[in-house]
């Protein structure tokens, strides 16, 4: 159980819920570890299944000694896109929200002096502010950001570009940063980097979360330009525990559990057709 | 300040059996909500649970079924998973071992698409000491009689059970489905083909459709409906098969609470089995055990068994 601290509408259908849990379930988050939240009220059934939530931000073993972990806080950036987003809205400070978490792999974290590149689509933003906070001060970070337009893209941008990080913005409509996709920038920017063998700007890594469309095409620049790195995926979820076998995903491997193997893959690794 | 009433100051007994298979406890998990028991037993100890009844398994692995494999219902769910599973082979390679170590009995669910796919798994499994039987899943289509349900057709489950029987010596369940038309004729053809209880139920077919792509929701268009939305359709099923008195019962559909599960157990369920639930909450079977125990007590009953059937006339 945790109480909800705040709840702000910082864009179209957009909110920031930010929650303190007397005491976490598990070890302390890692970027890219989300929770599953109880969208119903107490003594309904309706909806079932909780809501999975990329953790945006954390304190985490670092921030927090252990005698402080009896308080911890938790923030969520989410779109109001059904039913149970909808009633998770609507919860107001000071209710108390049940959560499980935090659930699932997280992405790796242990670069120093790198150059790293954060790409993130859409809703697929959420999971990498926590990311760029911990990587940014020890890092060369690169971030690019895209949504559909300056109404979503700007608020979640907004606490990345405080971040000592050289941040790249596209929209759809060219209200925001540059017209296109962030993939088309991303390209752009780099053509020239990948066309020497030993320019210093190539990247030594690239972490993304977004729509599928943008990571298959991700997936294939990054074989080409032999550029590891890891993409965070979402699925339909039920358990978020890694029972059911709903939210599976193909990979090199054979069917991988979003919740419980992921939802952090080896870019590689990640077989996009079919599902 | 002593109780009132010198039974509450003793424990609960909550023991309980299926036939000749001894519970120490009314809780199972049910199959295809509790994998292999690996990720439940991260949260808490298995040895609390009456039995585990772990993920069906087909003669061949299988990867199941294409995406989606949910989709939210009016307090439900509908899955098609697809029976995604290691195959016999692999079952008894990689999660016999770490079974062996579970404490509580754990049942094999079974599934086949013919009579010859239930022979060989129950041939394969025959003399298995690290399970306590099987639990013979009716459900699926048999893709000899142009898909139908084996568990539609009481010719097929005596088939089906017998099939089983002629291989595997120990305790078995056949798990029944609410699509069945007339469950108690079903029910006696399992019986006299040697099961020695039921389950009921499995899943209730169903379907959704998203009215903005105007396409089913589900990768394989249907699916099977559990959760609250199943239970009194459940509950009926075992309150008749109870009335009957064919064989014991493990009830289960749409279980959410302590609450719920008495409802089973008054149907004349001797144990339940708590699946959907454990999907919102992992230790839903935990707490649901203790929500019995509660209510025992609050009722001043000593033993589960005074409330079984309790509700039939």
């Not at chain 2, 009481?154 to 120990?170: I, L, S």
């Amino acid at each position: 159980m945790a109480e909800v601290i705040s709840q702000t509408e910082i864009g179209p259908d957009l909110y920031k819920l930010k929650i303190s849990a007397r005491e976490r379930e598990g070890r302390p988050a890692v970027p890219g570890q989300f929770c599953h939240l109880q969208v119903r009220r107490p003594e309904s059934w309706d909806p079932l299944l909780r809501r999975p939530l990329s953790i945006y931000n954390a304190a985490d073993s670092a921030d927090y000694s252990d005698s402080q972990a009896e308080s911890w806080q938790l923030e969520f950036v989410y779109q109001v896109r059904g039913r149970g987003t909808r009633l998770l809205s609507q919860f107001q400070p000071g209710e108390q929200i049940d959560y499980l978490g935090p659930l699932g792999s997280g992405f790796t974290q242990d670069f120093r002096g790198k150059n790293l590149i954060l790409v993130g689509g859409g809703l697929g933003i959420a999971p990498l502010y926590f990311l760029a906070r911990k990587l940014a001060d020890i890092n060369n970070l690169q971030v690019y950001l895209g949504a559909s337009s300056a109404a979503l893209l700007q608020p979640l941008a907004a606490d990345i570009a405080k971040l000592d990080v050289k941040l790249s913005l596209a929209t759809d409509d060219g209200s925001l940063g540059r017209a296109g996709t962030v993939f088309d920038i991303l390209r752009e920017d780099f053509a020239e980097a990948f066309l020497e063998r030993q320019n210093s700007n190539q990247p030594d890594y690239i972490f993304a979360c977004g729509p599928v469309p943008l990571l298959y095409v991700l997936q294939r620049y990054m074989a080409e330009n032999e550029v590891p790195g890891e993409f965070s995926l979402e699925k339909r979820m039920a358990c978020g525990s890694g029972v059911c076998l709903s939210c599976v995903c193909q990979t090199a491997s054979g069917n991988q559990r979003v919740c419980y193997e992921g939802p952090v893959f080896p870019a590689r690794e990640v077989i996009f057709n079919g599902s | 300040m002593a109780p009132d009433n010198p039974q509450i100051k003793k424990n609960i007994d909550l023991t309980t059996g299926l036939g000749d298979l001894q519970l120490k406890n009314p809780v199972l998990t049910a199959s295809g909500t509790c994998g292999f028991g690996r990720e439940l037993a991260e949260r808490y100890e298995l040895s609390e649970l009456g039995a585990l009844i772990v993920k069906g398994i087909t003669v061949e692995s299988r990867s199941g079924n294409p995406a989606p494999r949910i989709a939210e219902t009016p307090a439900g769910l509908l899955n098609s998973i697809g029976l995604e599973n290691p195959g016999l082979e692999g079952f008894i390679r990689e999660e016999l071992p770490w079974l062996a170590r579970v404490r509580p009995p754990v049942l094999a669910n079974i599934s086949g698409h013919s009579i010859s796919d239930f022979s060989r798994l129950a041939e394969g499994l025959a003399g298995r000491k690290e399970i306590a039987g099987l639990e013979v899943n009716v459900s699926c289509p048999n893709i000899g009689a142009g898909g139908l349900a084996f568990g539609t057709d009481p010719e097929m489950v005596a088939r089906v059970t017998g099939a089983v029987r002629q291989y595997y010596g120990g305790f078995t369940l056949v798990k029944l489905t609410p699509a069945a038309g007339d469950i108690l004729t079903v029910a006696q053809a399992a019986r006299e083909a040697g099961a020695d209880a039921l389950t009921a139920c499995n899943t209730m077919p169903g379907m959704e459709i998203d009215v903005e792509s105007r396409a089913p929701v589900l990768g394989n268009t249907f699916g099977g409906l559990s959760g609250p939305a199943l239970q009194p359709i459940a509950l009926k099923l075992v309150y008749q098969l109870a009335q009957a008195d064919i064989l014991p019962i493990l009830g289960g559909g749409g279980i959410m609470t302590g609450r719920d599960a008495v409802k089973f157990f008054l149907a004349g369920a001797r144990a339940i089995s708590v699946g959907t639930a454990t999907l919102l909450d992992p230790l839903a079977p935990i707490k649901i055990k203790t929500e019995i125990v509660d209510y025992l007590k609050k009722h001043n009953c000593g033993s589960l068994q005074e409330i079984i059937g309790q509700a039939l006339t």
